[in-house]
């Protein structure tokens, strides 16, 4: 395909740093990215989505791969996360899905019993439904000019169906979870579908030229452990071991981060999981994340959001106890959860700036 011939010439990388955290080797500084870097935080993000719809936006390749590269011409990040939304997969999945400007995400007609899983798709083509995300992809792998690698992502299959039967967000989630108590066969049978798909979605964004990527369980902390290891945990995993069996064939290798947020019940099973990288939230402490993994795994967060309202002289002292917490090997600085829209922009760049300064200090050290 066009896209397969265009992959061959992509500018040469030239700061691998990321994908080699990712991998545990060495590095010379740890590397940084934050999750929403492409966000409202940004004036000029606020300035290019004005008056547009937001999923018109996911939709248009140029407009996707513009946001994206925003705050790397602000920031030395040390990766790139391509702008798009985790509800595009239900979208292809044949469900409506709107943005509600002071709401959110909202579905008008979400899944309300088991027999509503035949309004779903059966067999979706992903090339057709989802081929937006692949030329905003290969797109801005070629206008990024090989600065930074760029990751995929996606949606996990919990957290998706908890927006497709909730309808949008909430404090609860008690109509997905009341799924999982009073359906379980169709909960499996939906997490499947879902399954099937994010497998395929995940794939084509290697395809269209991804150099890494990441599964968001955005809402796994509102399942208890026993809930999470029977329907969360193996559909995460059968991700994972499926797109790298698939990627093993072409002789490719692409580094998986699974973010599972406030589900620090289930580190120890998230290290063993098949994914290179396990993304943490602020609520888990550096060092005893470090020893619950075993060094099975590379780690990628955790700062506090919040923090980065402190004075940057602050933002520079919480860093270095971050990182003098994870240790620089096998480590990716991220914040805890997304950047926040009144979050100030220099404030960010005190943070990436300190990541880089006391990480190259303490790996001089050694």
Not at 56 to 71: A, G, H, K, V, W
Not at 227 to 256: C, H, N, W
Not at 299 to 317: F, H, T, V
Request: proline residues 6%; negative net charge.
């Amino acid at each position: 395909s066009l896209l397969s011939v265009l992959g061959l010439n992509f500018p040469t990388l030239q700061n691998d740093t990321f994908l080699r955290a990712a991998r545990g080797e060495e590095t010379e500084h740890v590397p940084v990215w934050c999750m929403r870097q492409a966000g409202r935080y940004l004036p000029e993000f606020r300035e290019s989505r004005a008056g547009k719809d937001f999923f018109d936006t996911c939709r248009s390749p140029e407009s996707c791969c513009e946001l994206t590269l925003q705050p790397l011409r602000r920031f030395p990040f040390d990766a790139a996360i391509i702008f798009s939304d985790i509800l595009v997969v239900p979208q292809a999945m044949g469900m409506d899905v709107l943005m509600v400007a002071g709401k959110g995400p909202t579905f008008p007609d979400p899944l309300k019993e088991p027999e509503d899983l035949q309004r779903l798709r059966t067999a979706v083509d992903v090339e057709k439904e989802l081929g937006y995300v692949f030329k905003a992809i290969t797109l801005t792998r070629h206008k990024i000019e090989g600065k930074v690698p760029l990751i995929g992502f996606t949606g996990a299959p919990w957290t998706l169906m908890a927006y497709m039967i909730e309808g949008g967000g909430s404090n609860t989630y008690s109509k997905a979870k009341r799924w999982l108590y009073r359906h379980p066969e169709a909960s499996h049978m939906l997490l499947r579908m879902l399954t099937d798909v994010i497998v395929e979605y995940l794939l084509g964004q290697v395809a269209a030229g991804a150099q890494a990527l990441q599964v968001f369980d955005s809402h796994a902390g509102i399942l208890g452990p026993v809930q999470f290891k029977d329907f969360s945990l193996p559909y995460l995993r059968d991700i994972a071991r499926r797109v790298k069996d698939k990627l093993k064939e072409t002789g490719q290798d692409v580094p998986m981060i699974v973010f599972a947020k406030d589900a620090h019940y289930a580190l120890e099973d998230l290290s063993q999981s098949h994914y290179e990288v396990v993304g943490l939230d602020w609520t888990i402490d550096p060092r005893s994340a470090r020893e619950r993994t075993g060094g099975k795994v590379s780690l990628q967060g955790n700062m506090d959001p919040c923090a980065l309202y402190s004075p940057k002289d602050r933002i520079s002292e919480i860093v270095q106890k971050m990182v003098e917490g994870f240790g620089t090997r096998g480590y990716i600085a991220n914040l805890g959860h997304g950047l926040y829209p009144d979050m100030d922009p220099e404030n960010v760049g005190a943070f990436v700036e300190a990541v880089h300064q006391h990480s190259k200090l303490m790996i001089k050290q050694i």
